[in-house]
């Protein structure tokens, strides 16, 4: 009956998707933009427009207005890429003060269709677009959930973020996705050109490398996907029939790949100002017993789930709802979550209490509620597929309609940021006002002491 209320050029896509799947997904894609574009100009614009985030958007202002990039305190993943080359392109064509805004929906854009890439493989077209109502369905969802309860931090802000491993995260996975498709492809005999791989093999080197010199903690994430999923089909052989590296050659390849990026990754470090991540942690480390060692990482994640439990009743229903639904989510995405829990977890109490000391950095915990999201839309999408898809364009006009009343803080922001005349301010000012006043006014960011604080900013600091 819903099939009939709802008739209209929508439901004929239905029927006819090598002709008009292209139109569903781009009718999609503007919708779904819209809606994200809402969400960070409401409800994500505060976390979106705080000192962390600002950092890309600033490198490439001073870039591009000649001052270069040398006098920056980087952070110890410069994010040069894709962060940064992303940033650049939008600020060539798009006003400054939208850049974060407008980042985080491109983001989403390349997100989506990765996913709708992937899937295709898989399933019809129909049902890869329906996966993708079910995705952004749920980000909508959990986004006005988290508003609701007021969660600190909102934990599913990274899904627009940059410069905080997210878009990093992305792109691994999407290399990662590439790459086994095509070992697929060659496998069952698609490709049985040596000189193929072997450029397609370069390709890989590439975009592995600059991931890996921008940001080493993405790199790790996918690197552990790839060797899951290729540890895993290569046990089931003719059934999925992806090709096997003889052990050395596997190993011999990624040693060479560490020896060489490391080379690469300390001359970065000695010409531009990047903290040494790995001597912090190892002088932390060598000042405590194991016991001691043991006792800060237990009372550590003692600390961050209390944090979760009550200041994050978003993220705690995503967990349960995963639960009670992960029983559907593929196998490849159920190894991946139980894989790389322990493995985030361990990187969390190695990043927040003994290298940065961070008290709750949630974005080493991404990439299992991205997971989440594609094992629950995955559920959804094989247990309520007969939905009418008409009905998903009516939801998310509505949600269009209902973000559009939200308040936007932009105006209000940007005024009381530009009223302030110190010269000296706290790190959480600093970027904010040098953003807001597109550069002209460059305070200087200082530590509650009075001194120069130099981590992360692009302040230009007396020796």
């Known amino acids: 009956m819903l099939d009939k209320i709802f008739q209209s050029n929508f439901e004929e896509i239905r029927s006819n998707q090598g002709k008009h799947s292209k139109f569903s997904l781009i009718v999609f894609l503007i919708l779904a933009s819209t809606i994200n574009f809402l969400l960070c100009e409401t409800i994500y614009f505060q976390p979106l427009h705080s000192a962390d985030q600002l950092y890309s958007p600033l490198v490439v ?30 600020y060539l064509v798009l006003p400054f003060l939208y850049l974060p805004s407008f980042y985080g929906v491109i983001q989403m854009v390349f997100v989506t269709l990765g996913i709708y890439w992937v899937l295709n493989e898989f399933l019809s077209k129909h049902e890869s677009l329906l996966y993708l109502f079910y995705f952004q369905t749920l980000l909508i969802l959990f986004s006005f959930l988290s508003h609701l309860l007021k ?19 992305f792109f691994s996975l ?27 093999l370069c390709l890989y080197w590439i975009g592995f490398t600059v991931l890996y010199l921008s940001d080493r903690y993405s790199f790790c994430i996918g690197f552990i996907c790839f060797m899951t999923i290729y540890l895993l089909e290569i046990r089931k052989k003719n059934e999925i029939g992806i090709t096997k590296l003889h052990g050395w050659r596997l190993t011999t390849l990624i040693l060479l790949f560490f020896l060489v990026n490391e080379f690469l990754f300390y001359g970065i470090k000695q010409s531009l100002q990047i903290p040494n991540s790995f001597g912090i942690l190892f002088n932390s480390l060598s000042q ?38 992960s029983f559907k989510f593929p196998v490849r995405i159920r190894i991946l979550v139980l894989v790389l829990f322990p493995v985030l977890l361990l990187l969390l109490i190695v990043v927040g209490r003994f290298t940065y000391l961070h008290p709750y950095p949630i974005r080493y915990l991404f990439p299992i509620w991205f997971f989440c999201f594609l094992g629950i839309s995955w559920y959804f999408q094989i247990t309520m597929h007969r939905f009418p898809i008409s009905l998903w364009y009516v939801w998310f006009a509505f949600c269009i309609l209902f973000l559009s009343f ?7 922001v940007k005024e009381s940021l530009l009223k302030e005349t110190k010269q000296e301010v706290s790190y959480d000012l600093e970027k904010p006002i040098r953003f807001w006043s597109e550069g002209e006014k460059k305070p200087i960011p200082v530590d509650h002491e009075g001194k120069p604080y130099r981590w992360i900013t692009g302040a230009f600091h007396t020796p």
């Open 288 to 325: 405590k017993s194991g016991e001691r060692i043991l006792f800060l990482s237990g009372t550590y994640l003692l600390d961050v789930s209390k944090h979760l439990f009550y200041q994050n009743g978003s993220l705690l229903f995503l967990i349960s709802l995963s639960l009670f639904t």
């Open 174 to 200: 999407f290399l990662v996705s590439v790459l086994g498709f095509n070992l697929r492809k060659r496998s069952l005999g698609h490709e049985g050109k040596n000189r193929d791989l072997v450029f397609r």
């Open 406 to 412: 939200f308040p936007k803080p932009r105006q209000t």
């Open 61 to 90: 202002l001073d870039f591009f207005s000649g001052k270069g990039i040398t006098h920056w305190y980087l952070p110890p993943s410069p994010y040069f890429f894709p962060d940064l080359v992303l940033m650049s392109v939008l």
């Open 151 to 169: 969660d600190n931090p909102f934990p599913f802000v990274f899904f627009f973020t940059n410069a905080h491993h997210n878009t990093g995260f």
